[in-house]
């Protein structure tokens, strides 16, 4: 479904991202892990459009996605959830979700996806009118999810959704990650959170200052003894 | 002595909302866009003339001729961005703001150059057949042009904020103000949205500028002058707030006057200039704003 | 350029100024010359506050009109020029100082904007205190040499290049610097930023009056309010822009290319030059940070490299003074 080839980043003279390849296959999470600094999110800010690339291909569902603007890439389903969450804490819950069906596509089914969205995160319809900055972390994340559903996403990328959050949001927000990879969504997901990330991806990439490092399916990584030391300390 | 200070409070009132009509744009294209455009009384400037000429010309009501000035003044909004701070606001925020600052400062000069080439340095004023009237409450004379333009101010405050609060563009215009490449992750035209909203910025400071042309004066060179006033409201109110605009208008207008009463009309601005430092030094965020970005 | 190189240059250029305003009795020549040596002393003034402690100012104006006032007024009165320069230097610099406390918390944007404010009120306010017109009285008219104020005007830019030029290499000099390229991290090596921002606004300030006495004591007839008008402070900000932001030469090359530009233009534009150069300005803060001084720099650079033979590695240097 998204296809990425050689991709370099840079910014300016200082190269970030040296010649990444990977492929989000339809029905499947994978997810890049990697320390921090590695050019995880780099590489993601990249694909969207909101950096330039240096080299390199992107394309998704065939069609190439250099040079496309951003809220095109959303149009045609391929949503990226950025890091520290990606609601509007200037406008409630029920805004950030309207404003989360923005394109053309999703707003035919608006309100639909809202009830969906809204059943299957209750939380956040009890708090319908308040100001999302009023959510706690868990909550606001659940929100950015929500809003990303609303655009109704054919692969949603998700930048170190645990981030922040205590251990037991991240439980709740990888199962809901797992739903959302069986309702027919794929999952690209950037990840510090080795075990959970592991856990649920069906494979996975490690990138480690710039460069892939090491691929392979869960299991197989888990396995990988190197993996394991050089980020257990994560 | 108490006639002339309710006199003052009324003057100051009705000047104050004109303040924070032109603030209102100049908040808008700062929220928004995060582009500080010092040459926002230029185009409230341009505006007031647009209304004299067509006023002079063919005839045509100032108040008639307001929607009309508004959609011209919209499209050469549209312009102005295209032609120029589209590339500003290609720099990230920092860059921007004191690009911006510096751009339009030559945009001043430019515009305020090309008008006195154009339509002279005389001063000017619409003068229509209610243009002298006024309402008398008590002791207290009020213009009926510039009660006019209290009501236009308000208005057009109360239909900016149905705009960003009620209609799905608003909303877009929000999130836009308040991260911009988050929405563009929503969905959002980013471009779009910053030319509609520089646009209507600049299509509200013509507004302004017509009322200006009725009930005060115009000439090339005010500009500066009330672009500076809008100033000290939107930080009054908030830099990056959409939030009590008019209010904060009209309380600078108040304190103006009231001052005037006191110090003699002569340092009308310098008065305006200590309040603004004043709150600057003590509440740089305003009364309603948030610490942005 | 060596050192000694860019001093005989300085001494040879010094000399021929000189020289032109000894011999010369071409009115327009001395003119122009006049007046390239009050904006060049005006840009240098602006350039320390904005090119050494990179904080924009656009209410420069405010100083200059100032410093204008008070040498006019004082001089008209029948006190001695250099008493009434003083004067004008003293008053203004105790009013930066005094202005300066408030204005100089301000960060960035908040700085240029309240010297936007400080400049457009002074000057509405000198044109609502001062409407009518100064004019020196007949018997001078009659008797106006420009040697007087051709003089003075070089005095007042020589002491501003040397007073810039002591700065950039002083240890306050440093200081600013750093402040402009990181104030946090400047204050956290210790430095003491606010101190340093006060120092080059009240010295750019006390130049700004200098310059300011040079064109009362030149100008003919004018409106008191003129001093105080923005267009000074665009004109500053523009040649320093264009002549290299943060150089000793850069104001100086500035001005010239302006005054010497403006009067080369066809007289029949009329206000439209005034529309040449803010777009000027505009491209120039858009394109071209570094300026002219950069611009031949690099041109000296590279017509060097291809006299010499080696082949560097080295990556191009990242733009002179940015704009940031």
Known sequence: MLRVDGLEVAYGDLQVVWGVSFVVPEDSIVAILGPNGAGKTTTLLAIMGLLPVKAGSASFKGNSLIGLPTHQMVERGLVMIPEERGAFTSLSVEENLELGAYTPRARTSRTETMEEVYDTFPRLAARKSQSAGTLSGGERQMLAIGKALMARPELLILDEPSLGLAPIIVEQIFDVIRDIRDRGVSVLMVEQHLEMALESADYAYILEMGSMATEGTGPELEADTRVREAYLSL | ?293 | ?324
């Open chain 2, 1 to 293: 002595m108490t006639q002339l200070i309710l006199q003052s409070v009324v003057s100051g009132i009705l000047v104050g909302g004109m303040y924070g009509l032109v603030a209102l744009g100049l908040a808008l294209a700062f929220g928004v866009l995060k582009v500080l455009d010092v040459a926002h009384g230029e185009l409230l400037m341009l505006g007031g003339y647009a209304s004299f000429f067509a006023f002079t010309f063919w005839g045509l009501d100032p108040f008639v001729s307001m929607p009309l000035v508004f959609v011209a003044m919209f499209g050469f909004g549209v312009i102005l961005y295209l032609v120029l701070f589209r590339y500003v606001t290609r720099t990230e925020i920092h860059t921007r703001i004191k690009n911006s600052l510096l751009i339009s400062f030559g945009l001043v000069l430019v515009l305020q150059a090309l008008a006195v080439r154009f339509f002279t340095a005389d001063e000017r004023t619409i003068s229509t057949a209610y243009s002298l009237e006024a309402l008398t409450i008590g002791p207290v004379r009020v213009p009926v042009v510039r009660l006019a333009g209290l009501v236009v101010a308000v208005s057009a405050a109360l239909a900016l904020e149905w705009l960003l609060s009620r209609t799905r563009f608003g909303r877009a215009l929000r999130a836009t103000s308040e991260d911009w490449t988050r929405a563009a992750l929503t969905g959002v035209n980013v471009r779009r949205v910053y030319l509609i909203a520089f646009a209507i910025s600049a299509a509200l400071a013509a507004i302004a500028g017509s009322l200006v042309s009725m009930g005060y004066s115009i000439s090339p060179s005010i500009g500066l002058g009330w672009t500076l006033k809008a100033l000290i409201v939107v930080v009054l109110a908030g830099l990056g707030s959409m939030r009590g605009i008019i209010v904060a208008g009209i309380f600078l207008g108040l304190v103006e006057s009231l001052a005037s009463v006191w110090l003699g009309g002569q340092y009308r601005e310098v008065v305006a200039l200590v309040l603004f430092l004043v709150i600057l030094s003590f509440r740089p965020h305003g009364f309603y704003g948030r610490a942005h970005a």
């Open chain 3, 1 to 324: 350029m060596r050192r000694s190189t860019r001093l005989v240059a300085a001494i040879v250029v010094l000399d021929l100024i000189v020289a032109v305003g000894l011999i010369s009795e071409n009115q327009h020549v001395l003119t122009l010359a006049i007046q390239t040596m009050i904006l060049a002393a005006l840009a240098a003034s602006w350039n320390i506050l904005g090119g050494f402690a990179g904080q924009i100012s656009l209410g420069h104006a405010a100083f200059f009109g100032l410093g204008a006032l008070i040498t006019r007024e004082l001089w008209l009165g029948g006190t001695a020029l250099a008493l009434a320069i003083a004067a004008a230097v003293a008053v203004t610099a105790v009013a930066a100082a005094v202005v300066g406390v408030p204005i100089l918390r301000f960060r960035e944007i908040y700085f240029a904007i309240g010297t936007l404010a400080l400049g457009v009120a002074v000057f509405i306010t000198a044109g609502n205190l001062w409407p009518g017109i100064t004019s020196l009285p007949a018997e001078s008219l009659r008797n106006y040499r420009f040697t007087g104020p051709y003089f003075v005007a070089l005095g007042v830019l020589v002491t501003t290049v040397v007073i810039s030029l002591w700065l950039k290499h002083s240890k306050v000099g440093l200081g600013m610097m750093t402040v402009r390229d990181d104030e946090e991290a400047a204050k956290a090596t210790g430095v003491n930023t606010f101190a340093h921002k006060m120092i080059a606004f009240v010295v750019s300030a006390s130049l700004a009056a200098l310059a300011g006495s040079a064109f009362a004591y030149f100008s003919v007839s004018y409106y008191p309010n003129f001093a105080f008008s923005v267009i000074w402070t665009f004109e500053a900000i523009l040649v320093v822009f264009i002549g290299g932001l943060g150089t000793i030469v850069g104001p100086l090359l500035g001005s010239v290319f302006f005054i010497v530009g403006r009067d080369v233009l066809p007289t029949d534009i009329g206000e439209f030059q005034v529309v040449l150069f803010g777009l000027l300005f505009i491209v120039v803060v858009l394109l071209l940070p570094g300026g002219l001084t950069e611009t031949a720099t690099r041109l000296v650079e590279t017509t060097g490299r291809r006299f010499t033979k080696t082949t560097s590695d080295e990556p191009t240097a990242t733009k002179g003074k940015e704009p940031t």
